[in-house]
């Protein structure tokens, strides 16, 4: 399994950005997938979550910013990220697991595979 993250960038306070995971050598439909993100010295932290049935979580820190959506055609997930802020700076990890459960939906632990990271950075 491979995840590809892409997108990341610099942008101003309040601009937008679009990140994209693509996945190979898995059956992507059958699998939930994640955006985390992490800075230097702090643990890595749940951003959104879109399992196999499209149905879709969030942090409430991005929620009615932040929407994850995923085409099982292009096996690919998006994270379209509006309002950004100063705060959202960090690496954005994607992941995918196949079984991960409800409850666990948020937990970096629970999830299997992993992409390389793509920086975020908004400005002040």
């Known amino acids: 399994v491979q995840l590809q993250a892409s997108g990341g960038g610099l942008v101003q306070a309040g601009g937008s950005l679009r990140l994209s995971c693509a996945a190979s050598g898995l059956t992507f439909r059958d699998y939930s997938m994640g955006w985390f993100r992490q800075n230097p010295g702090k643990e890595r932290e749940f951003v959104a979550a879109i399992r196999y049935s499209s149905s879709t979580y969030y942090a409430n820190s991005v929620k009615g910013r932040f929407t994850i959506s995923r085409d099982n055609a292009k096996n690919t997930i998006y994270l379209q990220m509006n309002s950004l802020k100063p705060e959202d700076t960090a690496v954005y990890y994607c992941?995918?697991?196949?079984?991960?459960?409800?409850?666990?939906?948020?937990?970096?632990?629970?999830?299997?595979?992993w992409g390389q990271g793509t920086q975020v950075t908004v400005s002040s």
């Open positions: 992941a995918a697991d196949r079984s991960v459960i409800l409850t666990s939906i948020r937990n970096p632990d629970a999830y299997a595979y």
